[in-house]
T-cell receptor, first 115, second 115 residues
Framework: AQSVSQHNHHVILSEAASLELGCNYS??????LFWYVQYPGQHLQLLLK??????LVKGIKGFEAEFIKSKFSFNLRKPSVQWSDTAEYFC?????????????FGTGTRLKVLA | DTGVSQDPRHKITKRGQNVTFRCDPI?????LYWYRQTLGQGPEFLTY????????KSRLLSDRFSAERPKGSFSTLEIQRTEQGDSAMYLC?????????????FGPGTRLLVL
């Protein structure tokens, strides 16, 4: 069965530090990949997505992610975090061409940025 | 606000009672999804509709759970004879099908507590 792994459950950084959150998936076919963010008290919001083309995807608020097919990875990065980036981050995968549209989510990474 | 809305936002009930949640998707979206999220986990797929047709159900959706989308617009999720294990956040998402490539937009969720 398809699964998504987010190895970092909790991350604490100081402002201006660089961020990289890991995401690995276990499906060998065509996939669509997503990162969602959930700020405290708010609903899940799309941060960025990858469907095809350039494996380096840029999203909102200075985030980017790189799809590395050989490593089944889609890690999220930001060069310099801000206090307002404190949130929970979820990686999700959708089997691109399988006719099923459900997302498989990772368990999330809770990021705390210290001012 | 033209996002996905859910009602109620919070529900406390006693074990054995029935509860019903409502989701109003983004108006032009033809696909609607229900997910469940428990503490420390990412959202888990429950079921999805394309227009009024329920096309996929997870094994997580026991026979106490039923979902409907009678006119292809709003959807309801009913849980009969609630159990303490049903306590979770129930998320609704919607999307517009576009040749297999789509993005799901999430509502704020209904948090259920079964006493």
């Amino acid at each position: 069965a398809q699964s998504v792994s987010q190895h970092n459950h909790h991350v604490i950084l100081s402002e201006a530090a660089s961020l990289e959150l890991g995401c690995n998936y276990s499906y060998g076919g065509t996939v669509n990949l997503f990162w969602y963010v959930q700020y405290p008290g708010q609903h899940l919001q799309l941060l960025l997505k990858y469907f095809s083309g350039d494996p380096l995807v840029k999203g909102i608020k200075g985030f980017e992610a790189e799809f590395i097919k050989s490593k089944f990875s889609f890690n999220l990065r930001k060069p310099s975090v801000q206090w307002s980036d404190t949130a929970e981050y979820f990686c999700a995968v959708n089997e691109g061409a399988a006719g099923t549209y459900k997302y498989i989510f990772g368990t999330g990474t809770r990021l705390k940025v210290l001012a | 606000d033209t996002g996905v809305s859910q009602d109620p936002r919070h529900k406390i009930t006693k074990r054995g009672q029935n509860v019903t949640f409502r989701c109003d998707p983004i108006s032009e979206h033809n696909r609607l999804y229900w997910y469940r999220q428990t503490l420390g986990q990412g959202p888990e797929f429950l079921t999805y509709f394309q227009n009024e047709a329920q096309l996929e159900k997870s094994r997580l959706l026991s026979d106490r759970f039923s979902a409907e989308r009678p006119k292809g617009s709003f959807s309801t999720l009913e849980i009969q004879r609630t159990e303490q294990g049903d306590s979770a956040m129930y998320l609704c998402a919607s999307s517009q099908s576009a040749g297999g490539v789509e993005t799901q937009y999430f509502g704020p969720g209904t948090r259920l507590l079964v006493l």
